[in-house]
C-alpha cells in the first residue's frame, strides 16, 4: 500500500496521530529534559549544536515509537477475533516517526541550547 501526503504529513497515520495530540507537548517537553537530554549530556559531543540536534531528534522519534507501541499492547483486547485484528490493523500503519519528532525542533533547540550554556 502506497503512503501518500495527507494535509502536509507524510500520510494519514502520521497525520492523525499529530492532530489528536497523542504525544501532549507539555509531556513532550518533560521528556527531552528529564530523559533524552541527560542521555545526551553522557554522549561525547558532537561537531556543532546541528549534529547534536539530530541525534536528539532520533532519540526522540524512538522514544515516541516505543511509547506509542507500548500504549497499544497495554489497551487492545487480544483475546477475541475483534481485538486481534484491530491490534493488527493498528500495529501495521505506517506512522512517520522522524516526522513527528521533527515538529518538536524548537523544543529541541532550546533543551540544546540550556545543555551547551551549562
Not at 41 to 54: E, L, V
Not at 76 to 101: E, H, K, V
Request: negative net charge; contains cysteine; charged residues 25%.
Amino acid at each position: 500500500m502506497m503512503s501518500e501526503e495527507y494535509n502536509g504529513w507524510t500520510n494519514r497515520a502520521t497525520w492523525i496521530l499529530s492532530v489528536h495530540d497523542f504525544f501532549d507537548y507539555d509531556y513532550i517537553e518533560e521528556v527531552i529534559k528529564e530523559q533524552i537530554m541527560p542521555d545526551m549530556a553522557q554522549r561525547p559531543m558532537f561537531k556543532d549544536d546541528g549534529q547534536f540536534h539530530m541525534v536528539a531528534r532520533n532519540l526522540l522519534a524512538q522514544w515516541m515509537e516505543n511509547n506509542f507501541n507500548e500504549f497499544v499492547e497495554e489497551t487492545q483486547d487480544t483475546s477475541t477475533n475483534t481485538g486481534l485484528f484491530l491490534f493488527d490493523l493498528i500495529r501495521s500503519i505506517d506512522i512517520d516517526w522522524q516526522q513527528l519528532a521533527a515538529s518538536y525542533d524548537e523544543l529541541i533547540k532550546e533543551c540544546v541550547k540550556e545543555i551547551a550554556t551549562k
